[in-house]
């Protein structure tokens, strides 16, 4: 899949915002003046304007441990997908569109994504039985790929 849904375990640790709330704002600007959707590749609106744009945090969960594997630069759809639980409690008409850009995106259908949703959850609630560890270094070294200082 192109586009996927992150479901990210109940009890986890942390987030970069959460950990370098003063910093997040340069690593947000730092990923978002990339100014196209690194998993879409839309640049620009239907009316030709360009297109707001979110940092995504890419999170890999394995043997206990929470490891950041990068940030990257999403639309507003792409984001809502990877954030489908949450999205979901936004109300039905942001939910639908999360669905129908994940076809969109992902060339398939209704059913497709319905069966790879209820898989997710079933991989969500494993992840949740965990409790996660956070490789604070998985971080720092993003950030410093980055070129953004910590200190």
Known sequence: MQ???ELIPDHCPSNVRNIYPKLWPQIRSTIIQKAYCEICNTKTLKSGKPKKFEAHEV???KDGIQS???IRCTCKLCHLVHHLCHTQQMGSKWFNLAIIHFCKVNNCNIEVFNNY????LSEWNDRNKIQWQLDTESIK???QNLNIDIH
């Open 117 to 120: 949703f209820q898989n997710k």
């Open 141 to 143: 070294n993003v950030l």
């Open 3 to 5: 586009l996927n849904t």
């Open 59 to 61: 999170w890999e969960f």
């Open 68 to 70: 950041l594997v990068s």
